[in-house]
C-alpha cells in the first residue's frame, strides 16, 4: 500500500506548484486503457525499491493546524502528509531517515528553500527531486554515492540510421541480440543476456510525473541547463551519454518512420494512443523467470514463436540512457512482432519478445544488425531480442 499511497500522495504535493496539473501515472494509464494491463517492466519504474507494502492504516485529521494524513504502521513506520502554515509534508518512512518525504513549503532541505521536494529512501541510498524557483532537480544516490547515467557513450543499437562502430562487433552485448527471422524455430539455439537498458551502469533512473518532467529542459539548446540541473560535468562520460540520447531524440527518423521520445508515462501512452487507438491495445515486454542471468545459450521451447502483431498496427519503445526515464518510441513499416518461449543452460525460462523488420533498406548499410549477420541492406527479414524495460505497442 505505501507505493500506492507515496505516489499518489507526492503527485497531489508536486501539484501544487506545477503548472500542468494530472492525474498520478498509475491512474491516467487506467483512465486512457482501462482494458491494457500494465507491463511488470513499467511497473516497476514508477515504484521505489525502499518502500513497504504493508502499511497498516491510514488516517486523516483535519484541525487549526492545517490536514494531517498517516498511512503507516506504529513506532514511526508508514506516510505521513501535514499541510499547515508551513506548507505540505509527506513522510512515508521507517525512523531513522528510512522511506519517503515529500514537503511543499518551508524552505525544506530537499525543496531548495521553497516549493516542492522529495526525498526517498534511506541515507546514503535514495532518490531525491527537488521542485522550487530553480526548477526541478533530481538526484539518485547509492551507498552515499552519486549515480546519474553512469553509462559509457555508444550508439543505441535500436535507432536504424547510425552506422557502428569496429569495436562493436567483439564488446557489444548488443550484438548477440540481431538473427535472422527463418531461426524463430523450435530447438534453435541462441546465445544471449536478458537484462536492462541500465544494467552494470548504476541504474536507479525512474519516471518523472509528467507534470514535472516537462519542466526539465530536453533539448540540444539548453543542454548545458539539462547537466547543471543533474549535477553532472560537461565532457564526462555521463554527459556524453546523455547529449547522445537527446540527439537521437531530436534527429530525423528513416524513411517511414514516426517516432517520439517519451520523457513520461503519459506522454508514452499518449504516443502510442494516437498511433493505435485506444481499442482492444495491449503492450508487452521480455519477462525473465530469474533476474539478472549471465550471458547464456537459450533455446527456443516446444510450441516456438507467437505472432501477436504486424505491419502497421506496432509501436515499439526503447528505454534510453538518462538520469530519469526517456522512452524512444517509434512506429515504422513492415515490421512484426513474436512472444518467443526459451530455456536457458541453467534452466532459466524466458518469454522474450522478438521484433522483425521485413524491410530494412532505409537503414544505414553500416548498421550492427548488417555486420553481425553479414546481410544486405533490404535483403531478408531481421529480427531482434528486446531486453526487459523495452515495450511493444500493439492491437490486440
Not at 525512523?95 to 524552505?107: F, Q, R
Not at 548477440?176 to 546465445?191: I, N, S, V
Not at 512484426?336 to 543452460?345: C, D, F, N, R, T
Given at each position: ?185 523450435p530447438g534453435q539455439d541462441m546465445t544471449v543476456r536478458f537484462g536492462r537498458t541500465d ?121 534510453q540512457k538518462f538520469p530519469f526515464t526517456v522512452y524512444y518510441c517509434h512506429k515504422t ?25 521485413k524491410d530494412t533498406s532505409a537503414w544505414n548499410p553500416n548498421h550492427l544488425a548488417f ?26
Amino acid at each position: 500500500m505505501a507505493v500506492r499511497v507515496f505516489h499518489v500522495l507526492a503527485s497531489l504535493a508536486l501539484m501544487m506548484v506545477v503548472s500542468r496539473a494530472a492525474l498520478p501515472p498509475e491512474r491516467y494509464w487506467n483512465a486512457v486503457l482501462p482494458n491494457t494491463r500494465m507491463p511488470k517492466s513499467l511497473v516497476d519504474l514508477l515504484k521505489s525499491d525502499f518502500m513497504d507494502d504493508d502499511d497498516k492504516s491510514t488516517s486523516v485529521t483535519v484541525g487549526k493546524g492545517g490536514v494531517n494524513v498517516d498511512a503507516g504502521k506504529p513506532r514511526g513506520g508508514g506516510s505521513h502528509v501535514d499541510v499547515g502554515k508551513g506548507g505540505v509534508h509527506v513522510d512515508t518512512g521507517k525512523p531513522g531517515g528510512g522511506g519517503t518525504h515529500v514537503s511543499v513549503g518551508g524552505g525544506g532541505h530537499y525543496s531548495g528553500g521553497g516549493g516542492v521536494g522529495v526525498h526517498t529512501g534511506k541515507p546514503g541510498k535514495r532518490t531525491d527531486v527537488g521542485v522550487g524557483k530553480g526548477g526541478v532537480t533530481v538526484h539518485t544516490r547509492h551507498k552515499g554515492k552519486p549515480v546519474y547515467v553512469g553509462v559509457k557513450p555508444g550508439p543505441n543499437p535500436f535507432v536504424y540510421n547510425y552506422a557502428a562502430k569496429e569495436s562493436q562487433l567483439h564488446d557489444d552485448p548488443n550484438v548477440a541480440m540481431f538473427f535472422l527471422e527463418k531461426d524463430l524455430r523450435p530447438g534453435q539455439d541462441m546465445t544471449v543476456r536478458f537484462g536492462r537498458t541500465d544494467d552494470g551502469y548504476g541504474g536507479g533512473a525512474v519516471f518523472l510525473p509528467r507534470g514535472v518532467s516537462e519542466t526539465v529542459p530536453f533539448g540540444s539548446e539548453r543542454f548545458s541547463e539539462v547537466l547543471n540541473r543533474f549535477g553532472v560535468e560537461p565532457g564526462s562520460d555521463e554527459a556524453k551519454m546523455m547529449k547522445k540520447t537527446v540527439e537521437e531524440c531530436e534527429g530525423r527518423g528513416i524513411s517511414g518512420e514516426e517516432k517520439y521520445c517519451a520523457t513520461s508515462l503519459e506522454s508514452m501512452v499518449d504516443f502510442c494512443v494516437s498511433k493505435l487507438g485506444k481499442d482492444r491495445v495491449r503492450a508487452i515486454s521480455t519477462e525473465v523467470e530469474k533476474e539478472n542471468r549471465p550471458m547464456q545459450k537459450y533455446a527456443i521451447s516446444a510450441g516456438g514463436a507467437k505472432k501477436v502483431s504486424e505491419s502497421d498496427n506496432l509501436v515499439v519503445c526503447h528505454k534510453q540512457k538518462f538520469p530519469f526515464t526517456v522512452y524512444y518510441c517509434h512506429k515504422t513499416r513492415a515490421t512484426s512482432a513474436y512472444v518467443v518461449p526459451l530455456e536457458g543452460a541453467d534452466g532459466t525460462r524466458v518469454k522474450a519478445v522478438v521484433v522483425c523488420h521485413k524491410d530494412t533498406s532505409a537503414w544505414n548499410p553500416n548498421h550492427l544488425a548488417f555486420k553481425v549477420l553479414h546481410v544486405e541492406p533490404g535483403t531478408v527479414p531481421i529480427c531482434h531480442f528486446l531486453p526487459q524495460d523495452n515495450v511493444v505497442w500493439f492491437k490486440n
